[in-house]
């Protein structure tokens, strides 16, 4: 597995070469992924929005959402983070979004969503995913490994 600062250095050359740019919506973990993606310098050139929206109203009101849809497939779902990577995609007017919802834990599981289940969504103008992950640890390494897995899942995308 690749280690983090080698995946950010290769994200980083790729996004700057190709001059492609990013907005990135999180949840579980937290702004994470927003700050790895801002941790060299010239980040500015690709990264463009970052949001973190844990809880389901700003979810709603800053990208639209629709609470019904929240209600019905639940917070931690893959149509949700579909929806968080393509809305902030659009709002921020990038070639990439990305979207990640899931339980860090340790409290918040249920039983159909244990701790550790996270979706990460990537979107672009060309194509979607949404991939489903079981990962385990400690709240702060679940969401590591999300925001790593994220980067993972970007990167072949960046042509």
Do not use: W
Request: with cysteine.
């Amino acid at each position: 597995m690749l280690t983090m600062q080698l995946i950010i250095q290769q994200i980083h050359k790729l996004l700057l070469k190709k001059q492609k740019t990013l907005a990135v919506a999180e949840s579980c973990t937290g702004g994470l992924l927003s700050y790895l993606l801002t941790s060299l310098s010239g980040s500015s050139e690709y990264f463009v929005l970052g949001l973190v929206l844990y809880n389901n109203l700003a979810k709603s009101s800053l990208l639209g959402i629709p609470a019904c849809l929240i209600e019905q497939k639940g917070t931690v779902s893959g149509p949700i983070a579909v929806l968080l990577a393509e809305r902030v995609r659009k709002l921020a007017k990038t070639d990439f979004g990305i979207g990640i919802t899931g339980i860090a834990g340790p409290t918040g599981a249920k039983p159909n969503k244990p701790v550790g289940m996270v979706f990460i969504a990537v979107d672009s103008k060309k194509q979607k995913s949404c991939h489903k992950f079981h990962f385990s640890g400690s709240r702060s390494e679940i969401r590591k490994t999300a925001a790593l897995k994220a980067l993972q899942l970007l990167k072949p995308l960046i042509k």
